[in-house]
């Protein structure tokens, strides 16, 4: 396999499966994923962060080595996303007199420096997203400031912060596969760039980043981030409720969720929306009763139907409205002119778009991934959303390197960061 210039290798580290995409941009500005692979996390992932180096090691490998040999292209590095409740978020602004009266490279970087240093912390790591920062100069919203000629710059970006030691067990996690890290996302982020529209980012929308531990939250408006956040609660959730009241194992509760989704008859109950809709999932009244697989010695292998939906109501219920609390206390919910966007695997509970609907009483559709020129099909699925964003956000990131609005990627000289860390780690 050869090595190309030209694509990015990403990775999304999921608590239910890690994903890899290789994808190429063409001259013209589409972007085609060539390769993809994925593989069983298994518990060694986590809200984020790694809790089994070995484990997450060889998922990685398994995943990547799908990728490239699908996309018969090897790759030198990797983007991932970053998420989960160790990761604060927050929105900064910087502001520089420019010299010369002529924006240069070194005002960019430097106000990018300005705009975060209220926020740094020992034992933290920052980063940040090209996608999600806006150019101003004298209080005129540029799209590139490089060049135009003014008095003032300024920089409205999005951070993320979180604990070193989970950025350096990923670094780890990379280099352990022979790769670098070349730059991290806040995957809420990454899921908006996966699936919105440029008419989405103007208006107003909320992207729900369901995953199975987490959930991740943005909001934009007028094509800035106006808020992000991170839940500790995701499709797990209601998977290990409905394991635990129907005496199953979770697989099977996985099976179920799927199967049967959130009960509409109880949405229209709880809400008083009987409009006529048709979810995806049957109601109660259709399956009365559920045959189960795996159900502990001694317990019902039948049980009704009315109480699986229960459990997985109330629980969706509650995690819907904790989101609904944190956006309604910050004042985001009147920005949702385009209504709420859910992305990533819980993203496919059927009903759930209904439940979130009437929770939020605003519209609400699950996501695809429509970021990217050229999709294999079976990769158009919400849970490939944040992947698909990150992709776009590699892009980017290498374009505004190479016209030096972030510092570019030292490429080979991870090898010596490495080498580094091993002479401190034995010798020091």
């Known amino acids: 396999m050869g090595y190309r210039n030209d694509t990015v290798g990403v990775v999304d ?6 994903r890899v995409l290789i994808a190429r941009q063409s ?7 060539l390769g993809h692979g994925t593989a069983p996390s298994h518990g060694c992932i986590s809200q984020g962060v790694i809790q089994d180096r070995n484990a997450a090691q060889i998922a990685l490998k398994n995943a990547l080595t799908a990728a490239e040999k699908e996309a018969r292209i090897a790759v030198h590095s990797l983007f991932c996303g970053i998420n989960g409740r160790n990761v604060e978020t927050f929105v900064r602004e910087g502001v520089v007199e420019i010299t010369h009266d002529v924006v240069e490279e070194d005002h960019m970087l430097e106000v990018r420096d300005l705009a975060s240093r209220d ?7 920052i980063t940040s997203s090209i996608t999600a920062q806006e150019w101003y100069v004298d209080d005129l919203r540029v799209l590139n400031p490089l060049g135009i000629r003014g008095q003032v710059l300024k920089t409205r970006m999005h951070l993320a912060r979180l604990p070193r030691v989970i950025e350096e ?3 780890q996690c990379i280099e352990s596969v022979g790769r670098d890290l070349e ?3 806040f995957l809420p982020i990454a899921a908006s760039l996966g699936c919105l529209t440029p008419e989405d980012m103007e208006l107003g929308v909320a992207v729900f980043d369901l995953g199975r531990s987490t ?3 943005a909001v934009y408006r007028e094509m800035r981030i106006l808020g992000s956040h991170s839940f500790e609660m995701g499709g797990y959730h209601i998977t290990r409720d409905v394991a635990a009241g129907l005496q199953i194992s979770f697989e099977e509760a996985d099976e179920l969720i799927l199967e ?3 009960a509409e008859s109880l949405i229209d109950a709880e809400y008083d929306e009987d409009d006529g809709r048709s979810g995806n999932a049957s109601n109660a009244d259709d399956v009365p009763h559920i045959k189960l697989k795996t159900a502990v010695p001694g317990a019902p292998t039948v049980v009704d139907r009315a109480h699986y939906d229960a459990i997985v109501f109330e629980r969706a219920k509650e995690l819907m409205s904790r989101v609904r609390q944190y956006v309604n206390s910050r004042g985001l919910s009147k920005n949702l002119v385009r209504g709420i966007v859910l992305t990533g695997g819980a993203a496919r509970i059927g009903n759930v778009d209904l439940l979130v609907e009437a929770i939020f009483q605003t519209p609400c559709r699950v996501g695809t991934p429509t970021a990217l020129s ?3 099909h079976s990769i158009t699925s919400p849970e490939y959303i944040g992947a698909v964003g990150i992709v776009r956000h590699a892009f980017q990131h290498r374009m505004a390197a190479r016209n030096g609005h972030v510092r570019a990627f030292a490429g080979p000289a991870g090898t010596f960061r490495r080498v580094g860390r091993l002479i401190k780690r034995y010798f020091l």
Do not use: C, K, Q, W
């Not at 580290?13 to 890690?18: A, C, L």
């Not at 926020?119 to 790591?125: D, E, F, V």
């Open 169 to 171: 067990n990923i670094t």
């Open 374 to 376: 050229v999709l294999p």
């Open 27 to 33: 001259h013209d500005g589409s972007i085609e994923v």
């Open 183 to 185: 730059d991290m996302i």
């Open 215 to 217: 959930t991740g939250l």
């Open 119 to 125: 926020i740094l912390a020992a034992g933290r790591h």
């Open 13 to 18: 580290f999921g608590s239910r499966e890690i």
């Open 260 to 262: 049967y989704g959130i």
